[in-house]
């Protein structure tokens, strides 16, 4: 049983310095830029989630701001720092499972992003017009975005092993 409550806490351990690195991931694929679109050879544009944000609303586009600093900020940055105090609280009770399937259900919306990017690097790969390269900032959204749904699946199992 001692040695169960060991392996339990090295885990826990082991999931928070994951959280970590998801953290410094995430603010990492926000702020670096995610890829440059060329057309025409001469015009060249590259954005980070950040600066599209910036751009979003210089154009007074505030509805589309809202859903994607809702989706790609905000919601991933709150599961985060919920799954930190999830694991960093003693207590296993039934509002801790709540609370973490809740995360669970309404994270995965955080890879919305991920795909609206992989649909315009798709289109504009199609057209003869204008060519995308992808940069860091794309593969560390995504790699912080995969890293939390992991340690909020493991979290979730190490909650319902505890409850039995």
Known sequence: MNSEKTKSSLEIRLLKL???GSLAM??????????????????????SVVSGLQDLLERDQYLLFVLISGL???LPFCKILLLAWVL??????????????????????AML???VVAILLVSVKLGAIASVEVHFGLYW???????????THRTVLLLEKSNH
């Open 141 to 151: 959204f995504a790699a912080a975005v995969l890293l939390t749904m992991g340690v």
């Open 72 to 74: 790609s900020i905000a």
């Open 26 to 47: 995430f603010i990492a694929g926000i702020f670096t830029p995610m890829m440059t679109i060329s057309t025409l050879i001469f015009i060249q544009s590259s954005f």
């Open 113 to 115: 992003d991920v795909l």
């Open 88 to 109: 960093h609280n003693k207590s296993r009770g039934a509002k801790l499972t709540k609370l973490i399937a809740l995360i669970h259900d309404y994270g995965r919306w």
């Open 18 to 20: 994951l959280l970590l």
